[in-house]
Every structure is written in C-alpha cells, then in structure tokens.
C-alpha cells in the first residue's frame, strides 16, 4: 500500500484528482461551516515557482495545511480575499509539497490518501512512538526537502507540533541556511479553537479562522543556524517576545 501512495505522489493528474476530492470535502468546513478571513494572498502572486519555503505556526495536524492548499489554489485564479465558489479545484497547482511527521500521516486511509498528494514525510528529532528522543537530522529527509524545494512550493512548521509557543527546530534553519529559499511567514489563528488536534472533526462551528500571509524574509543565509532559526520564530510569532505579549493581553482582560 504504501509503495502504490507513493508512486501516485508524482503523477500531476492523480494529485490533481487527490486535491480535487480533499478539497471538495474540506471546503465546506473551512469556508461554510467557518469563516475564513485571509489577509494578504496577493503576496502569493509575486513569488517565483520554485525555492520558495513558506513557515507557519501550527494549530492542527491536517486543518492548517489543507487550508493552505485551499489559498494558494484560489489565488491561482486571482481570488486574494477569500475562497468563492471553488471551481479552483477543478485545476489546482500541483508543485506544492509540505513537511510532515511520518507517524501523523498513517492513521487513516484519508491522512493516506492526502500524503499521497504532496507529503514530504521526515522523522521526528524529538518524538517517536510517544517517547521523547534525542536524534539528528535524517540527511534523507533534508535531501527530500532540497529536491521539493528545487522544484516547487514547500510548507514547513518550525515547531513541529500543535503546542503554542514550543520553540522552533533547528532543521528547518538548516534547510533555509542550505537551500536559500525565499522564506514566507504565515499566521494563522482560531483553527485550535475549530477543530480538534488532528484538525478533522469539528469542536466549535462558526469559529473565525485567520490567515495572515506576511512579506517574504530578510535573511542572511551566513548567519549562524540559531540567528535564522530566532528571526524565523519572530515571524510566525511565535517567540519569547510575541509569549509575553500573550500573557500580557490574558493579564489584561482578568483585570478587567
């Protein structure tokens, strides 16, 4: 099973297919039974179509990066504001991979079949089987990534897990310092309060589901690995700074 998912991966008109069924099943929850409100999808229009690597916070396993999907398919067709009538997906781009926990992607034949659509599957540094472990790169993976990247769009999510504020992965530092892509943040809110942690099932309808797509980076590519990976995490707000903002605002709203 596996070797057929990931034949099928290369092949445009199959994922196109992938994209097409995916999309049509998740629209409704992202756009109907949600809002979704997206801010700043006319930067996609200006991108090259390949080296770009774009870094996010993350709210659920599956919710954030298919409602990605959804943006960058729509902006295709010239649509910034939000998704309209989704005739995108009789034609979505095909060159976009994103970067995903091998263990994340087996629980179902839905998480299979969406892997086989542009998954590119690494081994957790941190985590496998539930246990915390202490590993290096797999210098696979960082190839797999190179390759993607050398051909199209990449989606990333430094931390590597849905918990707020968790600190950034060096890998995805090393990948950016390596590569030299054009790193785009990303924003995202309200998905963690819509969905549950795999982001497939619904835990609160009509909830506001924000998409911030910021102005590509600044980076130095000879700063060391920690300087990017800092500058990566400020971007997605995700760092010291933006934590203690957030406690700062929660401190506020109890005093009143």
Same mark, same amino acid.
Do not use: C
């Given at each position: 099973?596996?070797?057929?998912? =990931?034949?099928?991966?290369? +092949?445009?008109?199959?994922?196109?297919? $992938?994209?097409?069924?995916?999309?049509?099943?998740?629209?409704?929850?992202?756009?109907?039974?949600?809002? +979704?409100?997206?801010?700043?999808?006319?930067?996609?229009? /200006?991108?090259?179509?390949?080296?770009? +690597?774009?870094?996010?916070?993350?709210?659920?396993? #599956?919710? /954030?990066?298919?409602?990605?999907?959804?943006?960058?398919?729509?902006?295709?067709?010239?649509?910034?504001?939000?998704?309209?009538?989704? @005739?995108?997906?009789?034609? &979505?781009?095909?060159?976009? @991979?994103?970067?995903?926990?091998?263990?994340?992607? *087996?629980?179902? !034949? +839905?998480?299979?079949? #969406?892997?086989?659509?542009?998954?590119?599957? %690494?081994?957790?540094? !941190?985590?496998?089987?539930?246990?915390? $472990?202490?590993?290096?790169? /797999?210098?696979?993976?960082?190839? *797999?990534?190179?390759?993607?990247?050398?051909?199209?769009?990449?989606?990333?999510?430094?931390?590597?897990?849905?918990?707020? #504020?968790?600190?950034?992965?060096?890998?995805?530092?090393?990948?950016?310092?390596?590569?030299? &892509?054009?790193? %785009?943040?990303?924003?995202?809110?309200?998905?963690?309060?819509?969905?549950?942690?795999?982001?497939?099932?619904?835990?609160?309808?009509?909830?506001?589901?924000? $998409?911030?797509?910021?102005?590509?980076?600044?980076?130095?590519?000879?700063?060391?690995?920690?300087?990017?990976? /800092?500058?990566?995490?400020?971007?997605? =707000?995700?760092? *010291?700074?933006?934590?203690?903002?957030?406690?700062?605002?929660?401190?506020?709203?109890?005093? *009143?």
């Amino acid at each position: 099973m596996s070797t057929f998912f =990931e034949r099928i991966k290369n +092949l445009n008109l199959l994922r196109r297919v $992938v994209y097409g069924v995916v999309g049509a099943a998740t629209y409704p929850g992202i756009a109907l039974i949600n809002k +979704l409100q997206v801010n700043g999808a006319e930067r996609l229009k /200006d991108l090259p179509k390949r080296n770009v +690597l774009f870094v996010s916070n993350h709210q659920t396993y #599956f919710a /954030d990066v298919i409602t990605f999907l959804h943006i960058f398919f729509a902006a295709k067709w010239g649509r910034y504001k939000g998704l309209g009538i989704p @005739y995108y997906l009789l034609n &979505p781009i095909t060159k976009i @991979y994103y970067v995903a926990a091998a263990e994340t992607m *087996k629980d179902t !034949w +839905l998480t299979r079949l #969406f892997a086989s659509a542009g998954a590119l599957t %690494v081994k957790r540094t !941190w985590r496998a089987e539930g246990k915390e $472990v202490q590993r290096g790169l /797999d210098p696979g993976d960082t190839r *797999k990534i190179a390759r993607a990247l050398n051909d199209s769009w990449v989606i990333t999510f430094p931390q590597g897990t849905t918990k707020p #504020f968790a600190p950034g992965r060096k890998g995805t530092a090393y990948i950016i310092k390596q590569n030299q &892509p054009i790193v %785009v943040p990303i924003v995202i809110n309200g998905f963690w309060r819509a969905f549950n942690k795999k982001g497939l099932k619904f835990k609160k309808r009509g909830s506001l589901l924000s $998409v911030t797509i910021k102005e590509p980076m600044n980076i130095d590519y000879n700063a060391p690995v920690e300087e990017i990976l /800092d500058q990566v995490m400020d971007a997605i =707000e995700q760092s *010291k700074k933006y934590m203690l903002k957030g406690k700062h605002h929660l401190m506020s709203v109890i005093d *009143k």
